[in-house]
């Protein structure tokens, strides 16, 4: 069983920074997509970054140029991080790994909290 543990979520005024990390139980290596994804409160969960084994990454365009993920596969943690917050990226935000074996497996953490607010 996979256990993806995330942590460096808080309250950050809009236009500051934050960085997530994501924790993994086992190799992000064998786990074929990480990604971040945010649900704010009485919306739909929606996708904010992914990144595959060879470093490909993906953005959700509400966020492209303002958030980075990465992965340091020695740590096996996933990054993401946060640029120029602003209000609307308030959200609970949850680390996922893809895992695609003989079936295709969703591996989710806890979550963490984002407040962007003066």
């Known amino acids: 069983q996979v256990q993806l543990v995330e942590s460096g979520g808080g309250l950050v005024q809009p236009g500051g920074s934050l960085k997530l990390s994501c924790a993994a139980s086992?190799?992000?290596?064998?786990?074929?997509?990480m990604g971040w994804y945010r649900q704010a409160p009485g919306k739909q969960r929606e996708l904010v970054a992914t990144i595959n084994r060879a470093g490909g990454t993906n953005y959700a365009d509400s966020v492209k140029g303002r958030f980075t993920i990465s992965r340091d596969n020695a740590k096996n943690t996933v990054y993401l991080q946060m640029n120029n917050l602003k209000p609307e990226d308030t959200a609970v935000y949850y680390c996922?790994?893809?895992?695609?074996?003989?079936?295709?497996?969703?591996?989710w953490g806890q979550g963490t909290q984002v407040t962007v607010s003066s």
């Open positions: 086992v190799s992000i290596f064998s786990i074929n997509r």
């Open positions: 996922n790994g893809l895992a695609v074996t003989t079936s295709i497996v969703n591996y």
